[in-house]
């Protein structure tokens, strides 16, 4: 069974920045981020595949940037001019490989005032 641990979140005016960190405990194909605001469905950041391929949501391109510690299996979001509408609770989620099973961190609160 992979574990999660998930850490970075917290409180941050308009303009700065966060690094969230999700360390898995075994070898892992893709990692992600997705985010889930109040009242709204949960949605995709980014995602990176062991060879570095990465995918963003429009919203948050040129501001994230995502990367991965193959050696510490572990996926970074760097978050920086972050907006009010970043608010949400962001998961990490990981799969082994093409057919296995998607797993999820616990969340972590980003909030971001005006």
């Known amino acids: 069974q992979v574990q999660l641990v998930e850490s970075g979140g917290g409180l941050v005016q308009a303009g700065g920045s966060l690094r969230l960190s999700c360390a898995a405990s075994g070898s892992i194909f893709i990692m992600g981020w997705y985010r889930q605001a109040a009242g709204k469905q949960r949605e995709l950041v980014a995602t990176?595949?062991?060879?570095?391929?990465?995918n963003y949501a429009d919203s948050v391109k040129g501001r994230f940037t995502i990367s991965r510690d193959n050696a510490k299996n572990t996926v970074y979001l760097e978050m920086n001019s972050l907006k009010p509408e970043d608010t949400a609770v962001y998961y990490c989620?990981?799969?082994?490989?093409?057919?296995?099973?998607?797993?999820w961190g616990q969340g972590t609160q980003v909030t971001v005032s005006s």
């Open positions: 989620s990981v799969r082994a490989n093409l057919g296995g099973t998607t797993y």
């Open positions: 990176i595949t062991r060879g570095g391929f990465t």
